[in-house]
Structures are given as structure tokens and as C-alpha cells.
């Protein structure tokens, strides 16, 4: 740290994403992306524009969401776009925590929450998931706090109901709800048609998991026209350029063939209940996955020494350092042949 850091920012430490280690090829299977390559019109769509890179993209983000209104079924003026769903979500802490708006998040999900709160100098408060690992949704009621939730959850994989969703969002009236719904499509219900109902709704989505666009990173939210109206000053007093013009075209043409990613998303899911029964047969207690990872752990054997273990093997997947997931791994779901060689080094090292 330099000498000239704001004091505000000398106790921030950031968030630490997944390895993508250079030393060999792994068989990745530990930052959740898509094992797919982007459909070829998204290619060649992305190829196009970077002939016009001269040029900044458009501020108004028009065909990107007029596109995302369409699909969704809303209206343009609910829906805002980002450089990853990150930074929406980076705007929704900016927008609505502060001292008198804590946030309020699961102990265990997404970890750039507590980041963002700390970056924003807003109090956070963590409830614990019930003992399953699941959210109790009686415990987000009436709180008049801020609330995230990612649904499914991460790294979990479980999920809410619409009508759990839908109790929180009504005895929260006051204050900002946002679901973050980065895995929605490998399962879970999406809460996009509760916009039209609860003025105090955010939804989240991204780009970077069912539709393969990781690298291009772009995300977006759906809400009413007013907290849109916030998140877009946030975005025109940070960056109006914050999608640039091969993602904005990239996200058109993928909406566009969104056949494509649903027939994916349709694999992913199918090769994770195969991978599934398997761990199980194995002996592993696997939690009921609705995203494109499952979160599992095997009595007996340590998280930590698996994770190295396969690592060794050249398999990368996720382990996290916290204590009451210390014994999970979270094992992103990629194509059937990469799950059968992650499953054989697994049989090798048990
Ligand atoms: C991956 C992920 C995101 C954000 O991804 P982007 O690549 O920034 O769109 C947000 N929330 C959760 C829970 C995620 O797992």
C-alpha cells in the first residue's frame, strides 16, 4: 500500500477470484463459466464490430435493451446494462447501503457482497444458513435493511421460491431487495415477472454463465423505472461507456439464438444429475444443485487435500477456506467428457 491510499480504503481487501493458473491446462472446473464456446452469429457479430472500435459504443445501450426487454418480457425503461453483472450489483451497494441502509446477506454466498459493502463504507450483516445450507427466508422478514440474495445461492446451488421471494419483497416495502439471479437458468425460478408487482425489486442476471460470455463481460438488472432512473446516474457518474461496443453487439446476437444456450444450459443440467448420482455412489453428500456446480463433500476426507489432489491431476475446482464449507468442493459442470476424467482422478485419489 502506498502512502497516499484514502484512509477509506487502507482496510479493504478485495475479492480474491477463482485461479486461472498458466503453469499447464487444466481441466477447469472451478470458476463456473460455460464449457461451451459462444454460438457462431455471437462470434461473428463481436467480429464486426470490432471494425468500428474508433468509435465509443452507444451510451444508451438501445439494441442491447430493447433486445433484453423483449426476451424477458418488460419494458426497455426497467432494464439497465453493465460490464458484468458485478458491476450492477457494485451500483446497488453504491445506490442503497449506507450507514442508515446496512446490507444484509447470507454468512455463506457470493463473496463480492461483503467487498462491495466494505468498498462503500456501508455496515453489512450476515445471517446463517439453517443447518441444510439453506436459506430460511423467515429470517429476511421485516428487516429494513437492504437484503441480496443470490438464488440459486452460491456456492450452494439452492434455492427460493418465488413465493418465499415474494413474502421478503412484501414485508420489506421500504427498502431494496436484490436477487441475484446469476445461475437462475440451470433451474431456479426467475423473480424478473415480480418487477411489475414490487416497486422494491432488483433483479440480476449475467451473460457469463448459461451463455457463454464470461470474457465478454456484460450482465444486467431488471426493475422498476425509478430504481433504474439510480442505477443509471450511478452508471453515467462512473462510466457511460461501460459496455463496450463487441459485448453490447455480442449480447444482441446471443439473446437472439438464445436456442443455443438453452440447449447448452439443458446439458449442463443433465450432465450434472449424472455427475451427481455418481459423486453419491461414491459416497459424497452432494447439496440439491440447481446451478451449473455441485457443492459437495465426502465424510471423512479433507476439502483441502481433494482440492490439491485433483489440482495434482491437472483438475482445478473450487475450495473455500471458510470453516463451515471447509470440507465442500465446488465443482463447476462442464462437458460430459471433461466430468468423466474429473471423476476418474477423483476415484484415483479416493
Ligand atoms: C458469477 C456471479 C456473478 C457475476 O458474474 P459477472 O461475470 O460479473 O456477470 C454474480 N453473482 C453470482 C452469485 C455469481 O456467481
Known amino acids: 500500500m502506498s502512502k497516499f491510499l484514502s484512509d477509506k480504503f487502507s482496510s479493504l481487501s478485495p475479492y480474491v477470484p477463482g485461479e486461472q493458473p498458466k503453469d499447464m491446462q487444466y481441466i477447469k472446473l472451478n470458476t463456473n463459466e460455460s464449457p461451451f464456446p459462444p454460438s457462431q452469429a455471437v462470434l ?7 471494425g468500428k472500435l474508433q468509435l465509443y459504443s452507444d451510451p444508451d445501450l ?10 424477458y418480457g418488460v419494458e426497455t425503461k426497467n432494464v439497465i446494462a453493465t460490464n458484468g453483472s458485478d458491476e450492477v450489483l457494485n451500483f446497488a451497494f453504491m445506490a442503497y447501503t449506507d450507514k442508515s441502509h446496512p446490507a444484509v446477506f447470507p454468512n455463506i454466498t457470493y463473496g463480492f457482497y461483503s467487498v462491495f459493502a466494505k468498498l462503500h463504507g456501508s455496515p453489512y450483516i450476515e445471517i446463517p444458513l439453517k443447518e441444510d445450507f439453506s436459506i430460511d427466508f423467515k429470517d429476511y422478514l421485516n428487516l ?6 443470490a438464488n440459486p445461492n452460491a456456492p450452494t446451488g439452492l434455492t ?9 419483497l412484501k414485508s420489506n416495502p421500504d427498502n431494496i431487495v436484490v436477487i441475484d439471479e446469476a445461475y ?6 426467475s423473480a424478473v415477472p415480480l418487477i411489475k408487482e414490487f416497486d422494491n425489486l432488483l433483479v440480476t442476471g449475467t451473460f457469463s454463465k448459461s451463455r457463454s460470455l464470461a470474457g465478454a463481460r456484460l450482465g444486467f438488472g431488471f426493475a422498476s423505472e425509478k430504481i433504474i432512473e439510480d442505477l443509471n446516474t450511478i452508471r453515467f457518474s462512473t462510466n457511460p461507456y461501460n459496455v463496450n461496443r463487441m459485448t453490447l453487439s455480442a449480447g444482441v446476437a446471443s439473446l437472439k439464438d438464445d436456442g443455443y444456450n438453452k440447449k447448452n444450459a439443458e446439458k449442463i443440467i443433465n450432465t450434472r444429475e449424472r455427475v451427481k448420482a455418481e459423486l453419491e455412489a461414491l459416497g459424497f453428500y452432494c447439496l440439491d444443485s440447481k ?12 476439502g483441502k ?4 489432489g485433483l489440482k495434482e491431476k491437472g483438475v482445478l475446482v473450487r475450495h473455500f477456506d471458510k470453516e463451515i464449507i471447509g470440507d465442500f468442493l465446488r465443482i463447476t459442470i462442464g462437458t460430459d467428457e471433461q466430468m468423466d476424467i474429473f471423476l476418474s482422478k477423483l476415484k484415483e485419489l479416493l
Open 44 to 50: 461473428s457479430a463481436a467480429a464486426q464490430e470490432a
Open 62 to 71: 438501445t439494441e442491447l435493451l430493447k433486445t433484453l426487454a423483449e426476451v
Open 144 to 149: 429494513n435493511k437492504t437484503i441480496f440474495i
Open 160 to 168: 427460493l421460491s418465488l413465493d418465499e421471494i415474494r413474502e421478503i
Open 184 to 189: 437462475v437458468d440451470f433451474g431456479a425460478e
Open 291 to 302: 446451478a451449473n456446480f455441485i457443492f459437495a463433500k465426502k465424510e471423512g476426507v479433507s
Open 305 to 308: 487435500e481433494l482440492y490439491l
